[in-house]
């Protein structure tokens, strides 16, 4: 049985998850409470209609920012675009929540998910990278800063490679800033291309209890 949650702000152990690596449903939304699941491992994950899902999947996706992969033909691209951080956070979530995906009806990125991560944005708990060209938004990816762990939610591209140098060069600063890995959640093709790799649930867990609480930079956000 899956828990529920009640409205004591708490999480099951996420080494409890289900085979598909949910911990619980239910609950709410609240800065304390998406905040407390990131620091456990869990993230809120869910479509419409049904109720909020909270994951930490076995195996689960990061990548470490020395291993990092920039290929030549994307390293060429950089140039092409302005990267900006933290100037269009509503703009990029909104944007994110609207591409389509192969494979996915609709989105996960619900009204209330929106709100509930521009109020961590306001918070100073969620950034976003922007691309852009010629004062255009044409790209970009959001997540959540946990100690000197970025956890990745989304990203979008209107114009082919946006997105990729947002990545590339938000890794590049997360390296200066003090940041260790990321966190992809997800096993994808993609960015494993970019050197993200696979570990355990368990080796996961171990690796952001030991810096979860690090402090890093967050001027280079501002």
Same mark, same amino acid.
């Given at each position: ?47 419409? @209609? ?84 010629? @004062?255009?938004?044409? @790209? ?6 946990? @100690? ?75």
């Amino acid at each position: 049985m899956i828990p529920r949650l009640s409205h004591h702000l708490s999480f099951p152990s996420p080494k409890s998850a289900s085979p598909e690596g949910i911990v619980a449903y239910g609950g709410d939304l609240s800065p304390s409470r998406i905040m407390l699941a990131y620091r456990n491992g869990i993230f809120p994950w869910y479509s419409a @209609g049904d109720p909020i899902l909270w994951w930490s999947p076995d195996p689960r996706l990061i990548l470490e920012l020395e291993d990092f992969k920039l290929h030549r033909s994307l390293r060429k691209k950089i140039s092409h675009f302005e990267i900006r951080f933290d100037s269009a956070f509503s703009a990029v979530i909104r944007a994110c929540a609207q591409i389509s995906r192969r494979k996915q009806a609709g989105s996960w990125i619900l009204p209330e998910m929106i709100e509930a991560y521009e109020t961590l944005h306001a918070l100073g708990y969620a950034h976003s990278v922007e691309a852009y060209q010629n @004062g255009e938004l044409v @790209g970009g990816l959001y997540g959540v800063s946990v @100690g000197a762990v970025f956890c990745g939610e989304s990203m979008f591209a209107k114009v082919s490679d946006a997105s990729k140098v947002a990545f590339a060069v938000l890794v590049d600063h997360l390296r200066e800033w003090g940041y260790r890995f990321i966190d992809c959640q997800v096993p994808t093709p993609h960015l494993k291309s970019l050197g993200a790799i696979e570990v355990s649930r368990e080796a996961f867990l171990e690796k952001l209890a030991s810096c979860s609480d690090d402090n890093v930079s967050v001027e280079g956000w501002r």
